[in-house]
């Protein structure tokens, strides 16, 4: 059993047992539950429901494994040919790692 879930603007397909890294959570602490409402579609054994826009009833229950995980540096360079003009910025994007417990359908 999965479902397809939003959380914070972006879809991931939850499975008990496994591992997420979603984009940062505030106000959160390591071990608490969180719980998602934005379930888009459940598969349970091969009957799927599809919600408009979401299902009624569903949710998945999540724990918190880390609260605040740093993503890996990006480098952002941009250079303008023959004009002596370069500029070189980077940024670390802020994750939150759940652990998904169950899927409600």
Do not use: W
């Not at 591992?19 to 608490?32: A, P, T």
């Not at 009624?56 to 229950?61: I, L, M, N, R, W």
């Amino acid at each position: 059993m999965y479902a397809i879930v939003e959380i914070n603007g972006q879809q991931f397909k939850a499975e008990e047992g496994k591992k997420l890294f979603v984009h940062h959570i505030k106000n959160v602490e390591e071990g608490q539950a969180v719980e998602f409402e934005k379930v888009l579609l459940v598969d349970n054994d091969g009957t799927v429901t599809v919600g408009a826009p979401t299902v009624s009833g569903a949710k998945v229950v999540c724990e918190v494994v880390n609260p605040l995980v740093k993503g890996d540096k990006v480098i952002v360079f941009k250079m303008k040919r023959r004009k002596d003009s370069r500029k070189r910025n980077g940024f670390r994007a802020q994750f939150t790692e759940v652990l998904i417990k169950s899927v409600v359908a």
